[in-house]
């Protein structure tokens, strides 16, 4: 039984994923060309904040936004784009907003690493994202 | 000019009190209590919802849990115990899978006789102690979002006490560290958003303690502390009619009209002189002997029962039964009381949980088990592998509880969602009235199993009634109030109550021009009796034409 507490105490620690330095400088970054699942990456991977473990989607795509969120909004992941993602190199500038998350800054600026018919994929030095197509 | 706005404003100010002071009339609500702590998980989470209990209430010990005490002083707050206290985690996923129809109460256990000085001082570094710990633990797993009522005690006057006469009770620290405490709840309730209603207590055996210090100092807090709502009893009685002579000296001799909440309830004191009186002819007419004892007796059935071969429920209660010692239908007589004197929530034990009950009983053992609803230790399981229940009292659990004119209320941020109960007379009309007097919402039931509200404020309190079709006399009430807008992004739920499934959209922005719910793009309505599809949509559309789709897959 104190094995499986200890167990449920380290949960919180690792859905929360604390912003590392390791992260933070872009050391050992991760392609995000290589994930698959619409969602946030932590640079380096280890944190991860995506569809098939959030159950919850939000999109506008005149707003240009798009939110994972668990089913009480405990936790959440709110992006708005300040333009359409259409082309590979585009720079956007992201407005994140989020909690029970600690891995992301609040505005960052990302470059669009890839696009097929129904994902794109955005890549920065704080966080690497796929969403949908808009 | 000026006497005449501050006429206006005080009776204005007088409306708003009579309105506060009237809340939870005719709204009697029966629960299910984990009694000592929320350290055994609560687990019966699918027989909770068989038994239609609308509130669960767990306790917890601050001191023995969260507090660093030397010498017998408190000297520092354990922040990393409370952080990663798993109970607290099950007890708010407890309340997750239960959903909104069930409300949660905690009590705080803080037993003052564990220290040298008793109750703290007011502005003392062991009573911030306290404080420090109580907030940490309200905003761990974000336990404060999830019960709807904080009880900031359990029985002071048996835990506070320095002699056992409960005449030189610590009374005025203890009046002194409740006001204290309400106020900071009531500061963090505003800094944070929290919305549960804070209540005084548990006063334990009220008509007999009439010396108690204790019990007139919690009341007055209570009677004068604008931040609480309420008052908690106990009653575990030593005779039928004490659950009376307690609620009777609470509401006519100390005046409390504020709201009477009873947490615990039992008639233990009465069964313990009897645990070893032998079982007499009725032992040997059902194949024990007339000398086997009545904790033999138990022990001898929770072993019958751990074997897949439990005695029938008959047999149980005809053994108790025959007793003239017995207060027969005892549960439903104090239910009786909490009716008459407006009791809020009714929190009687639950279950005896297997393995966590005394393993084996003894001529000294306290009957505390023969008050729970349910008890497999004794009876086993159903077919369905719920626990069989206690036959002495289940009867009248189901009287009580089918008589009520409500099985579920949900109050959702813009809407009520109102299941009636058998005890509702559905020819009636729904009526809710805003804070200033008007009636916002008037419709007929019109037969129907349930009402729901639309268009209401978030954050709001109404008074609901269904009154009588013909003269409009009040049938049934309760204030309500819709929970607060909690977040900036739109949030879609679904839950089940009383065999329908109620579909909300929470946090809706201001700029929101209409919305659509859908189950595999076909639309349907906030209620709905299942939901037949994999995945769910909301389409939010806002005023500048812009449309959020928010999707789900449900899951059964």
């Given amino acids: 039984m104190r094995v499986i507490y200890a167990l449920l105490s380290c949960l919180p620690a690792f859905a929360s994923c604390a912003e590392t330095e390791y992260a ?40 240009l936004t798009y939110r994972l969120q668990n089913s009480d909004q405990s936790k959440y992941i709110h992006a708005k784009f300040t333009e359409k993602p259409v082309a590979i190199g585009q ?38 994202v796929i969403i949908p197509v808009f | 000019m000026k006497k005449n706005m501050y006429m206006k404003v005080k009776a204005f100010l007088m409306f708003v009190l009579l309105f506060l002071c009237s809340i939870g009339t005719k709204a009697q609500e029966l629960g299910a209590n984990y009694n000592e702590n929320i350290d055994y998980p609560i687990t019966e989470i699918e027989m909770l919802k068989k038994s239609k209990v609308t509130w669960v209430r767990g306790f917890v010990n601050i001191p023995n849990l969260f507090l660093q005490n030397e010498n017998r002083k408190i000297t520092g707050v354990k922040e990393s115990a409370i952080k990663t206290h798993i109970p607290t985690l099950k007890f708010i996923q407890a309340k997750k899978a239960l959903g909104d129809r069930v409300k949660f109460i905690l009590s705080l256990k803080i037993p003052f006789e564990l220290y040298a000085d008793t109750v703290p001082k007011v502005g003392s570094e062991e009573m911030e102690y306290i404080f420090r710990a109580t907030e940490a633990l309200l905003q761990t797993y974000q336990m404060a979002q ?26 005025a620290d203890y009046r ?13 309730k505003q800094a944070n958003g929290w919305t549960f209603d804070i209540y005084a207590g548990a006063l334990n055996r009220v ?4 010396n108690s210090k204790t019990a007139p100092a919690v009341v007055s807090v209570v009677n004068s502390n604008p931040n609480v709502a309420g008052l908690d009893l106990h009653v575990h009685a030593l005779n039928v009619s004490q659950a009376e002579n307690d609620f009777k000296i609470i509401r006519n001799q100390y005046g409390v009209t504020k709201k009477l909440i009873c947490t615990e309830f039992s008639m233990v004191r009465a069964l313990n002189p009897h645990v070893a009186d032998a079982l007499g002819a009725w032992g040997t007419q059902n194949g024990y002997t007339s000398v086997m004892k009545i904790y033999e007796y138990l022990n001898r059935i929770a072993e019958k029962a751990s074997a897949g071969t439990p005695v029938s429920a008959e047999e149980f209660k005809s053994l108790f039964e025959s007793y003239s010692w017995y207060p027969k239908n005892w549960y439903r007589r104090f239910y009786a009381v909490f009716k008459k004197y407006d009791t809020y929530a009714i929190t009687g034990r639950f279950s005896v949980v297997p393995g966590g009950a005394r393993a084996v009983y003894t001529a000294t053992t306290e009957m505390w088990e023969l008050g729970g609803i349910y008890f497999s230790r ?35 941020q813009r809407e009520l ?32 199993d349930y009402t729901l509200v639309e268009n209401l404020a978030p954050g709001t309190s109404y008074r609901v009634a269904l009154l009588k079709s013909s003269d409009n006399s009040v049938l049934w009430e309760a204030d309500v ?29 201001a700029d929101v021009a209409s919305c659509k719910l859908k189950v595999d793009g076909q639309e349907i309505d906030i209620v709905n009796k299942t939901l037949n599809g994999q995945v769910l949509t909301a389409e939010v559309t806002y005023e500048d034409g812009s449309v959020e789709t928010l999707s789900t897959t449900i899951r059964k």
């Avoid at chain 1, 909690?99 to 994902?119: C, H, P, T, W």
């Avoid at chain 2, 900031?152 to 005449?167: K, R, T």
């Avoid at chain 2, 009383?498 to 959209?505: K, R």
């Fill in chain 1, 24 to 63: 933070e400088n872009g050391i050992g970054k991760k392609n995000i060309t290589g994930y698959t699942d619409v969602g946030f990456y932590s640079p380096d991977g280890v944190c991860v904040f995506t569809e098939p473990e959030q159950i919850q989607t939000a999109i506008n795509p005149k707003r």
């Fill in chain 1, 91 to 128: 720079k956007i500038k992201a407005e994140l907003s989020f909690q029970g998350v600690s891995f992301l800054k609040e505005g960052v600026e990302m470059e669009v690493a890839r696009i097929d018919g129904e994902k794109v994929w955005l890549s920065s030095d704080n966080v690497d």
């Fill in chain 2, 146 to 171: 999830h019960i709807d009522i904080l009880v900031m005690g359990n029985e002071p006057e048996w835990e506070n006490v320095v002699d056992a006469d409960f005449i030189h009770a610590d009374a």
């Fill in chain 2, 176 to 188: 002194a560290f409740l006001n204290e405490f309400a106020n900071r709840l009531a500061a963090w």
């Fill in chain 2, 207 to 210: 008509s007999e303690l009439t």
């Fill in chain 2, 378 to 412: 004794y009876l086993g399981l159903d077919a369905d592998g719920f626990y069989n229940p206690n036959p002495l009292l289940y009867p009248d659990f189901l009287e009580a509880r089918d008589g009520l004119a409500v099985s579920s209320l949900i109050e959702g």
């Fill in chain 2, 417 to 448: 969602f109102i299941s009636w109960g058998n005890g509702a007379d559905k020819t009636g009309v729904l009526s809710v009235t805003a804070k200033d007097g008007a009636e916002v919402v008037r419709q007929p039931l019109n037969s129907e």
């Fill in chain 2, 481 to 509: 109030k819709t929970k607060p807008v909690a977040g900036e992004f739109p949030l879609l739920k679904y839950q089940q109550v009383d065999g329908y499934t109620l579909v909300q959209l929470l946090n809706l922005p």
